[in-house]
């Protein structure tokens, strides 16, 4: 089980220890997501040099391929991976509600036929933390019901509601995982995983209350914000997050699930989040899309064709050190794999250096001048 | 200009040392394909890892994508690609009369339809050394003309006079162009590049003489056998191979272009080869097909799905040292980045240590009972 020591706050935003059986994050922190067990393009040992402290895997993903029980019987998610450090996993709920064809949402569970093969599953409560526990996460997430947005209140409150009732069998199903898992001796000598609720509500601030009151009634190890960046305006998800993050217990992680734009993620650290995760680095870098500190920049542009500098003359990436933005152009426009590699890379590094420099100005007491200076930069390029 | 110096030789088997500006070639020795610049999935930092002392770039690709204007223009393929060791170009002949739609051969050289939109492009003698010296890399080779097998003595006896008279322009060109950037300054302060000539022939034994003499007549740092291990039989390839290679100087490094199966390759080194380059490890490695000390390995097996063991437990490289058999497949079935790279290491891992042993073995004096018992092993899977 996961303790958390609060480092330091500045206004709303923290800067926080995590500490579990696999090692210690630094908070705020971003989660790499490591979807089928591994963080595309890169290894643990790229991860480890960049400062990775905490992965995600996708158990929806995980299920289907190649499925939990040959991933327990290579030695757990931790091992198959060769990634010694904690794993956060999801649910695998919003995967079921994004990518799959769904079939029935009931009070038992969900069922949907997968995005591969269109094969009928099952994910109830108990499942979901079964999949988890047979992965070996370090922190795992409850099922919880999504709605698509916009929606009619009386529906999310629904949701709201179930996802409350899931939660409580989420949790005594992962006590009982756990006791058997002592039982049988299968659990790192220094603790066993966590567990996280996942609050919920749309952009209606009093359901999120409601959820976030819920949930704590039932009491977790730490609590997530599902829900947001989903679609909704700008405004919305303002004033969501601004709302939802102080109703959340101070001495326990936060963490705001699915956010990934740099903007986004500043403005929910000054709101008091801790954790954070996005397909955001990894898909844009493969898709060519870099953030430096002035911007994204398009790698395929033709103006990149002759230019001998590095992509951000301010990053210490090991691609900011050692390649020009001709070459990784030339690579991404070959379709070369290491242009895949490199790209993620340096996107990894500004996620995971935006949130070692973020807490270092919360523990400095300039955090929202420091977030202020940094956006000005960043919309400048 | 390279230097060859024998360090030791065993029946016709040799182990030897190229010197070049760039770095020492340990010999026998094999050449990663870097067909764009990368070779496909792995780092320069990786190759050095691996203990790869000299990559092969590709004269035809990097003419089309991104063009030797490009590459020099971001300071030479070495600078490009951030490998700072002896790079080899190929003349772009292969290429051309195996990918390219060809257009017509005639004396000035050769026009042909490229493989990525068709556009016309014409390939002379000089141009292909005007491109790799633009590349700048370390040791260029003579453009030849290829004939398809099987064919007429006659019209590989023309093809074999026509590449005589190309190899004594390449040298022309090659010379006026060292001569060139020296004016300018723009060699390395250890040396120049190195040109070889490219012995012809076909599988017509007499052929191979007068080819192999006629370069001799026009002098070069080093000689290749081309056209071998392009379909022709087993015997005509055996024959060829220990017919061609005692008709080159003793004193300089022989190198069979384009064999990649262990089993060629043992056997050319003891007919007294040095240098070989293949597609066939990072190839293969991306189609799943693993090379061990047992025989080849189809990772996508299910056999291999719970095999929490390494692919080969003789094999000292990271991806043995670090994943399992069943993660191997795991990745390689989900199309994950990681598995072309883990791949790619343990094929290059594979072919790099049977050079070094080869070499051991001939400085040993026991290379045919180290070829012997290698093979036996590698037969045996």
New interface residues.
Partial sequence: MLTFTLAGSDGRARAGLITTARGVIHTPQFMPVGT???V????PEELEALGAEIVLGNTYHLHL??GED?VA???GLHR???WARPILTDSGGYQVFSLAALNRVDEEGVTFRNHLDGARVFLSPEKAIAIQQALGSDIQMCLDELVALPAEPARLQAALERTARWAARCKAAFREGVTAQEGAGALPPAGGPSLFGIVQGGTVLELRRQSAEQLQDIGFDGYAIGGLTVGEDRDAFSATLAHTAPLLPVQQPRYLMGAGEPEDLLEAIGAGIDLFDCVLPTRNARNGSLFTRRGKVSIKQVRH??D?GPLDPECACPTCR???R??L???F??G???A??LNTLHNLHFYLSLMREARQAVLAGRYAAWAKAFLETYRSG
């Fill in positions: 089928l067990g591994t595309k393009a890169i290894t391929r190649p040959v019987a290579l030695g198959f991976m060769h064709q002759r001998a050692n390649y020009s001709g070459y152009r030339h690579l426009q070959s070369e794999i290491l895949m590699r």
